[in-house]
């Protein structure tokens, strides 16, 4: 392993440290409780020397790289600009190009003395909410809040803090009063809830402080490579293992809000397609009746505690997407609780008939919500081991028996999964040759291949991706293009083209009886067969659906950080040349008549206007008849769209199975869309 390589310099760093302990920089104290535990300064310099030795991107560790740890761990305590004052940061400022100098001789003092700042500032702040909330407010007159966190400034004096804070805290007490709730309940809602945050501020511990730390310095190379304190690994592990009976997300915790960090294939979250990576939950309800308890400020364990529960049962999740103000007015999700099986996670299929002028074809789709191998029972030698390959094999012998006239791939919310079976996958399009390149931390390049030389399905081929669709989903979708194989249909995937590890620090040192952290390491790079890496830019559909998730908001490009697009030279491959640039051309023209036509398209359009014009709109009112005109005019769109969709006279009936086929194509556009362009391929390969 490349770590071993620099196992015998990191002890004799670890020898020097004993030297710089002596010799510390010490810098200003405001709560001497909160300090540097003395494992720290060890970890630091295992983190420092992993880093520049082994990361995929290689950068010194100098002042300009300071610059960014420093502004990064600002932003992390302070994203919005709510607590520190300008004269905090002219304060701080003195330490941006000097941290670098600091982390190299194990200290991370300026870290614990900023963080015991923004303590006392957070402290101050809420203090002054109960003033807010006991002096109540004005919704009848014209004020907005800007939610443009790029956009504000540092407030210059606490009359402008104050002021801020009046429009943050007013904010949400609107959102609860659109909600229903009275002046009372409102009162006692945001005052239990920052009740929640101070005591959850203020148990912050030294390891805590320490990977908010390390995280602004490991995520000043890319926002994949991550420090995890020993009991966020543990919450982490917990977390994995509570996933699989509750709704099927795996969450994290930042600061004060509960982050979904994982949607598990399969689970009731993922089928829902309502809660996705990043977003926030701020409120949790049990059944259909009882009361939302808000859970910002929360800690982790507790969240996840409210939101496990029996299968078979109801939870109600208030949430702020991703792309979402802390301002902004949460949306409700309605969840049923389930045990996750490995079989909810498998690949799936049906046929669907789709007409194509007045011939009808019938279409296989697979849905596929994760690329899954049952790694112990392959080590085992079991034979028939689950994984996906397998399951897509039997899936298409399936298919094919049933005569159906194309096949679509749907890996819309695929996050990804094991390589190995993207790989496989590919294998049963194609004729064997090269799949995906991954170039290395050292620049060796190695060229992962498909080597079985069966092609298991030959006719015609669709695959649909969406913005959520990333890593092993872009490394097969990118290969199924390169090779022009199939039609690729829907939005640019994510664009996550990175590989990464997990290294238990304790692991350098096993005769440490101090319990250390992980650090999650990004290693290597992933390329398609071009050449062209999916890092950043992700895989461009060649017929490209209308998207309410720009790169700039939601995608790898929009991360900090984050590692940049560039290419190597091609494998040598050969393309099928199933679909040519004309017949290309053709399917964009048909598309693009659909979308003058078909009237669940222009709904869609609709909608992505609506979602795209509410992203960009960097002022929220804080008027009571503006923000329910809003409501109202939501809930009026969706109530006309239901009405239209039940004026076909299927209320009250059973429907046929023709019947249920097209309500789902109706209230899946983005597949009925796909479908029908696969129907074109199949005409077009029949005349």
Excluded: C
């Excluded at 030297?19 to 970890?43: M, N, R, Y």
């Excluded at 290294?503 to 040192?509: A, C, E, P, Q, V």
Aim: proline share 3%; charged share 30%.
């Amino acid at each position: 392993m490349i770590l071993k390589d620099h196992r015998k310099s990191l002890l004799l760093l670890l020898f020097v440290f004993q030297v710089f302990v002596s010799q510390a920089i010490t810098v200003g104290d405001t709560l001497a409780v909160l300090e540097p535990a003395p494992k720290h300064w060890k970890e630091t310099y295992l983190i420092n020397n992993l880093l520049s030795k082994n990361h995929y991107r290689k950068m010194e560790l100098n002042d300009s790289l300071s610059s960014v740890i420093f502004n990064d761990f600002l932003e992390s305590l302070d994203f919005n600009k709510s607590y520190f004052l300008q004269a905090d940061i002219d304060y701080f400022s003195k330490y941006e190009y000097e941290l670098d100098d600091y982390i190299k001789k194990g200290n991370v003092d300026v870290a614990f003395q900023i963080f015991r700042i923004f303590r006392e500032r957070a402290n101050t702040r809420i203090d002054y909410v109960d003033d807010l909330l006991a002096a109540g407010f004005d919704y009848s007159i014209e004020e907005s809040l800007n939610i443009d966190d790029d956009d504000i400034e540092w407030a210059s004096s606490n009359d402008e803090i104050n002021e801020r804070w009046r429009k943050i805290i007013k904010s949400q007490a609107l959102s609860l009063k659109l909600a229903g709730k009275t002046d009372e309940e409102i009162v006692e809602s945001l005052t239990k809830r920052y009740k929640r945050y101070r005591k959850g501020i203020n148990q912050y511990n030294s390891d805590d402080v320490f990977q908010f730390y390390m995280n602004a310095y490991s995520g000043a190379y890319d926002p994949h490579t991550n420090y995890f304190s020993p009991i966020s690994s543990e919450n982490f592990n917990i977390s994995m293992s509570l996933s699989l009976e509750g709704i099927g997300a795996r969450l994290t915790q930042s600061m004060d809000y509960t982050v979904v960090n994982e949607v598990v294939a399969g689970g009731p979250a993922y089928k829902s397609k309502l809660l996705h990576k990043d977003d926030k939950i701020i409120g949790v309800a049990q059944g259909d009746e009882n009361a939302f308890v808000d859970v910002i400020g929360w800690r982790l364990q507790d969240v996840v505690h409210l939101i496990r529960g029996k299968k078979g049962t109801v939870v109600r999740l208030q949430v702020l997407k991703f792309d979402e103000a802390a301002g902004a007015i949460p949306r409700e999700i309605r969840l049923v609780r389930d045990k996750i099986k490995l079989e909810e996670q498998s690949a799936k299929s049906e046929i669907m008939p789709i007409y194509n002028g007045s011939k009808m074809y019938n279409l296989g789709v697979i849905t596929l919500p994760s690329f899954y191998i049952n790694f112990e029972e392959a080590r085992q030698g079991i034979e028939d081991y689950k994984s996906t390959t397998r399951d897509v094999k039997l899936i298409i012998e399936d298919l094919k028996a049933q005569n159906v006239d194309g096949i679509l791939i749907d890996l819309r919310y695929n996050g990804g999964g094991s390589l190995k079976e993207a790989i496989d996958l590919t294998g049963l399009f194609i004729d064997q040759g090269p799949v995906v390149q991954v170039r290395n931390s050292d620049g060796t390049v190695d060229v992962k291949r498909d080597e079985d030389i069966r092609v298991q399905y030959d006719g015609p081929l669709a695959v649909m991706i969406n913005r959520f669709s990333a890593s092993a989903s872009e490394i097969f979708s990118g290969a199924i293009q390169d090779y022009k194989r199939g039609v690729i249909v829907g939005e640019t995937s994510f664009g996550k083209g990175t590989v990464q590890n997990l290294i238990d620090l304790n692991r350098m040192f096993p005769n440490d009886t101090e319990q250390m952290g992980q650090l999650k390491l990004t290693l290597a790079k992933f390329y398609r067969v071009s050449g062209s890496s999916t890092q950043n830019i992700g895989v461009t559909p060649d017929i490209g659906f209308p998207s309410g998730f720009e790169a700039a908001k939601f995608g790898e490009s929009s991360r900090p950080n984050s590692l940049p697009w560039d290419q190597i030279a091609s494998s040598y491959y050969r393309p099928t040349n199933s679909i040519s640039p004309q017949l290309i051309r053709h399917l964009e023209d048909i598309y693009q008549t659909d979308l003058k036509t078909d009237v669940d398209l222009q709904y869609l359009k609709e909608d992505v206007k609506r979602l795209k014009e509410q992203q960009d709109d960097d002022v929220m009112s804080l008027n009571y008849d503006e923000r329910k005109a809003e409501i109202d005019e939501d809930e009026a769109r969706k109530t006309n769209r239901e009405a239209l969709a039940e004026s076909g006279g299927s209320i009250g009936k059973e429907l046929t199975t023709a019947e249920e086929d097209q309500k789902k194509l109706t209230e899946d556009p983005y597949l009925k869309e796909g479908l029908k362009l696969l129907a074109e391929v199949v005409s077009q390969e029949t005349k």
